[in-house]
């Protein structure tokens, strides 16, 4: 069946609301980005979380949607906490898969020279690419730490500040993490890959600032045009995935106590309340903070490595963490519902949370500045940071878009850059790219993905986040 | 022929043929394997019993292939060969003989990262049996 799309206004779309759905669904986008082939199977996801119980206002979809499994990837979707449930696949395999930033106080020019020795450092350095295993060893009792505690555990290990717990959501810990609930086969898998990029779509890399939408909040995050950032994306590697699989299969064994019918088996969910709801919860959190914990490592070893091939210390470096978000997760969170507060579980799955100024869950100076949201692009174009915004507090569940979002598949984007030197093409562009896979270069060109300055044009459009700056990048490390 | 790939809507999709159940079954565990590695190439080491159950036959593809794919994920073990001994409704029993991954000898094709139970099909057809998978890589 095709799903045909109602406009709203010039960004959002109304799947309108038919058969088992119990709210419609609205899709944000703009009209050029509503073209993409696999839009249809995504619309009907997003119509599909729509039937779940407990689900408030909308199933929605920010402009990098496409489909996931089960839920779409760039859906938002809020469950009442007493009524709702909740879903692994509402939040991904990869739990708390993420993106952190951290800005420096030097130049394109002062980084250019030495821009290769460094690229190659890090790619030397940084274990990534598949089975690659970490610079951590963990005992079972650190990990333990590590899935209660994540960033804190890593900043008390000496790997990190103080301060950079201000900087990353949530304090880089979930509360609510539980080891007891992690599997056996997750914990084994946790233990070799803490510190590890891992494969795929996730990379490390060095940028410039080469835009400022709006001054006075790029100074509040300590942007400046020109500046060399770095950034990265990882999540919680094996451990993660395990945790959602050993859910999954759960959830589906138990799929016959639900009393309602699941739309697809990747939907398989749980009462929030229940005993495996509130063990997934746990688990889920686990993996959050493990998530938190490998970005917090991770960036820590690139500032080490960068200080080292650039002959320079601390102070001249002067790296500070701008923010590290994520864009798979379930949140316990409050909001207001048609003038009530209420307590709601929130999945953002590929979306990230878009807090503005004032909101009590933002730390240090950001709780006056706005939350800082990093949307990275493809690793030929730009990356943008942007600001939480009100108006995202009352549509979307404080919820924007992650990234740039696919077009191609892997094995069609494969197919469309035979022939072309794909590295070859970025280095012209001035960008270095070192990367492990046989076939990730192809998998994760440019022409894979959406153009992400649509992407932001239209969460920017429909206010649900604001452009603050954009970062062009220079040098990419791929897995 | 023992399994086609039928990516064009999906990121590593697998379509698996077998004459009887348990052919299928064992044909969807090789086909797992070809995806991931170049066999041929890797020693059989142990053997190891493998049993999964599951609520329907496509409930139990996903349980065994999750079984097996843990070889790779969370032991770097290669599966070369599979016996199924027994298979009813709807769990199996299986022999399994694995190999150790060397990076510096093998060669790694895909890495899979999940079995989903996206599109998930077992099908009886005049022919046999056939099976629809979807691999997260």
Not at chain 1, 383 to 412: D, I, N, P
């Amino acid at each position: 069946m095709t799903i045909a799309l109602k406009q709203i206004d010039d960004y959002r779309w109304e799947i309108p609301q038919t058969g088992d759905m119990r709210v419609p669904g609205i899709v944000y986008a703009s009209s050029s980005l509503l073209t993409a082939e696999d839009s249809q199977e995504a619309f009907t996801q997003v119509a599909n979380v729509a039937t779940l119980p407990g689900i408030i206002k909308a199933s929605m979809a920010m402009p990098d949607m496409h489909w996931g499994y089960g839920f779409p990837i760039g859906g938002v979707a809020a469950f009442d906490w007493e009524s709702g449930i909740i879903s692994p696949g509402g939040v991904g395999y990869d739990i708390n898969c993420g993106v952190r930033l951290a800005g420096t106080s030097l130049t394109e020019s002062e980084v250019r020279p030495k821009l290769e020795a460094l690229v190659n450092a890090l790619y030397q350095n940084i274990p990534c690419g598949v089975g690659s295993t970490g610079s951590v060893k963990l005992s079972a009792s650190d990990e333990k730490q590590v899935l209660k505690t994540g960033s804190q555990w890593a900043v008390r290990q000496g790997l990190g500040e103080e301060a950079d717990l201000d900087h990353t959501e949530d304090g880089g810990c979930l509360p609510d993490a539980d080891p007891s609930e992690i599997s056996e086969r997750a914990l084994d898998r946790g233990r070799k890959q803490l510190g590890t990029l891992g494969s795929g779509n996730h990379f490390l890399e060095i940028g410039v600032v080469d835009a400022i939408f709006d001054q006075d909040t790029a100074r509040g995050f300590g942007l400046f045009e020109g500046q060399v950032t770095v950034m990265l994306h990882s999540g919680s590697r094996g451990l993660g995935y395990q945790v959602c699989d050993d859910y999954l299969a759960l959830m589906n064994k138990l799929s016959h106590k639900l009393e309602f019918r699941l739309a697809d088996r990747q939907l398989a969910c749980a009462m929030i309340g229940s005993e495996e709801g509130m063990s997934y919860f746990r688990a889920m959190s686990c993996a959050a903070n493990y998530a938190w914990a490998n970005r917090q490592v991770l960036m820590h070893h690139s500032k080490r490595i960068i200080e080292n091939i650039l002959g320079i210390g601390p102070k001249n470096l002067g790296f500070r963490l701008i923010y590290d978000v994520c864009h798979n997760i379930a949140k316990k969170e409050v909001h207001e519902i048609s003038g009530k507060t209420q307590t709601v579980c929130v999945h953002r799955k590929g979306a990230t949370r878009s807090f503005p100024p004032g909101h009590p869950s933002l730390l240090g100076n950001y709780r006056q500045i706005g939350q800082p949201v990093i949307v990275p692009g493809d690793m030929g174009t730009a990356s943008y940071v942007l600001v939480g915004t009100e108006k995202a507090m009352v549509e979307t569940f404080g919820s924007t878009c992650h990234g740039a979002g696919r077009v191609l598949s892997r094995t069609a984007a494969k197919k469309a850059s035979k022939g072309r030197s794909i590295h070859r093409e970025l280095e012209d562009k001035g960008i270095l790219v070192r990367w492990t896979g046989r076939s990730t270069l192809s998998e994760e060109m440019p022409d894979a993905y959406k153009d992400v300055s649509q992407v932001v044009d239209a969460v920017h459009g429909a206010g649900i986040s604001r452009k603050v700056a954009r970062l062009r990048p220079i040098a990419v490390v791929k897995g | 022929m023992i399994y086609r790939r039928i990516d064009p809507t999906a990121d590593c999709g697998i379509q698996v043929f077998g004459k009887d159940l348990k052919g299928l079954f064992e044909n969807a565990g090789l086909a797992l394997f070809d995806l991931i590695a170049d066999v041929s190439l890797v020693k059989p080491g142990f053997e190891y019993p493998v049993q999964v159950t599951g609520s329907d036959w496509a409930d139990l593809m996903v349980n065994w292939l999750r079984e097996l794919l843990h070889f790779w994920s969370g032991k770097e073990l290669i599966v070369k060969k599979i016996k199924v001994i027994e298979i009813y409704e709807y769990q199996l029993s299986a022999r399994i003989s694995v190999g150790a991954f060397d990076a510096a000898k093998h060669r790694l094709n895909h890495e899979i990262k999940a079995v989903t139970y996206h599109r998930i099909q077992v099908t009886n057809t005049p022919i046999g049996w056939e099976a629809i998978v979807i691999l997260d890589v």
